[in-house]
């Protein structure tokens, strides 16, 4: 009885042992990588007081593997060196010395070209983008290229599916890329039957375990759509029901647009890289960028961002833009856990006396990650940043609007993930027509919003001040 009592204690001690040294070097891991400060005192913090959770976040999305060739770099810029590149170039806006710095900004990044004489509609509701979608692919003729974050099997996905069934029956070449973290929970039959009708379907880095868990880390999240390479579609709606119907208490309030012009070429170009990062296909035939007449007045530009390169793309030309503000710069998110860059430029803005407003959800689809959203908002009422928070339903729009002189929609959230480790893609237009368009959109949401004052933020319960302290300390992982 004596013995096996020792040997208890003897095994404990050795685990305690093991277990801590697991932890220790993981910490020692975590530093030694190099991180943005903030984000390596947040691992440290979360291993030391929850080690057991922390080991387990750690394992699926703590660690970097870009140093690994998860991602290569040298595989995802191949497309960007096709023939096709030439002549992209060849039709893009060449008066850059007389329009925004930010475009010049983004072509100088991210390579991404800007193409004048676009038509652009916008989309305020899933009801009304969701029919212009299945009416353009109605119409198409040769290819349907689709890539969403959620492509879902229900109402909306199997009618959406059926459709897309139809005109592969019919001759018409059809691509469908979806996220393998995003569609978890549907059904691989799902697509299964897709691919049985010669739907071509892939799933973005899908995560099988453990060999794979790393992945889940880097997600796709851009929702565009190409038809024919003549039409685009991009903006922060997936295919759900939810996009359509709402939630239980709310409508769901987001922004999509519609492009017909050379803009599209970016839009393919997005979509073609990507399918080629999982499927090794390379496609540069001119077929997919056809030669197209002017469709409207805008300037467009489709502006990628990822976790390959060495810049944050999306994050630095949102930098830019505040410090390049002069008169205003309106904002829609569904969440806000901005960098520390972020937050001084949003800072700095509204000190020079520059009309900053975010608007976010009074109530969103996640509990957390909203409680730490809220944590930033005395921060930036304080600079004079006005909050407003969204009644109706839930905010799920990514807007940016700015001195009636450009404007931007797609699928970039303020936060962390999106900034630093998701594939996002945006358009920016640098139009006054189309920045007033989006501008009074604005407006229009914000006379659904609570326009918050520091006083009556202070008023909150301390339970809620603690709560959404705590959530900050983690907001650089979630």
Not at 176 to 196: E, I, R, T
Not at 197 to 203: C, D, L, N, R, T
Not at 441 to 452: A, E, H, P
């Amino acid at each position: 009885m004596l013995d096996t009592v020792i040997l208890n204690e003897v095994f404990l001690d050795l685990f305690n042992v093991l277990y801590f040294s697991v932890i220790l070097t993981t910490i020692f891991v975590v530093i030694l990588d190099n991180r943005n400060p903030v984000k390596t005192m947040a691992w440290i913090l979360v291993l030391f007081f929850l080690p057991l959770v922390g080991l387990i976040f750690y394992f699926f999305f703590g660690r970097s593997t870009r140093k690994e060739h998860l991602i290569s770099k040298k595989g995802y810029s191949r497309l960007n060196k096709r023939p096709m590149a030439e002549y992209q170039a060849q039709v893009a806006f060449r008066d850059l010395e007389s329009k925004n710095l930010l475009m010049s900004f983004f072509l100088r990044i991210n390579k991404a070209l800007p193409f004048d004489g676009n038509q652009v509609d916008v989309y305020t509701n899933g009801y009304s983008m969701l029919q212009a979608l299945m009416h353009e692919i109605s119409l198409a003729k040769h290819h349907i290229h689709l890539q969403f974050y959620i492509f879902e099997d229900d109402s909306l996905g199997r009618l959406l599916r059926d459709l897309l069934i139809d005109k592969a029956r019919a001759g018409v070449k059809v691509r469908l890329l979806y996220d393998d973290v995003g569609c978890w929970k549907v059904n691989p039959l799902f697509y299964d039957q897709m691919l049985c009708e010669g739907i071509e379907v892939q799933s973005f880095l899908k995560v099988r375990f453990p060999r794979f868990a790393s992945k889940m880390n880097y997600r796709n999240h851009r929702k565009i759509a190409i038809i024919d390479g003549k039409v685009g579609f991009i903006g922060g709606m997936n295919i759900a029901e939810r996009y359509l119907r709402g939630l239980s208490w709310g409508i769901w309030r987001d922004t999509h647009v519609r492009i017909k012009g050379k803009a599209v070429y970016g839009l393919q170009t997005s979509f073609l890289t990507d399918w080629y990062f999982v499927d090794r296909m390379l496609f540069t035939s001119a077929e997919y960028f056809p030669k197209m007449e002017w469709q409207g007045n805008v300037l467009a530009q489709i502006v990628t961002s990822d976790p390959v390169g060495g810049w944050h793309d999306m994050m630095q030309g949102l930098v830019k833009a505040l410090c390049c503000a002069k008169r205003y710069f309106y904002i829609e998110t569904p969440y806000l856990l901005p960098t520390e860059e972020v937050i001084m430029g949003l800072q700095t803005a509204a000190l020079a006396g520059v009309d900053v407003r975010i608007m976010l959800p009074k109530r969103a689809d996640t509990f957390i990650i909203h409680k730490g959203s809220l944590s930033y908002l005395d921060e930036l009422m304080r600079a004079g940043v006005k909050v407003y928070l969204y009644r109706k339903g839930f905010l799920h729009s990514k807007l940016w609007v700015s001195d009636d002189e450009w404007a931007s929609v797609g699928s970039t959230n303020m936060d962390f993930r999106s900034f630093e480790h998701n594939f996002e893609a945006n358009a920016f237009f640098y139009d006054k027509d189309m920045a007033l368009h989006l501008k009074e959109i604005f407006l229009t949401d914000q006379k659904k919003c609570l326009l918050l004052s520091r006083k009556l933020w202070s008023k909150r319960s301390w339970s809620n001040k603690i709560l959404e302290s705590i959530v900050r300390l983690l907001a650089p992982l979630l």
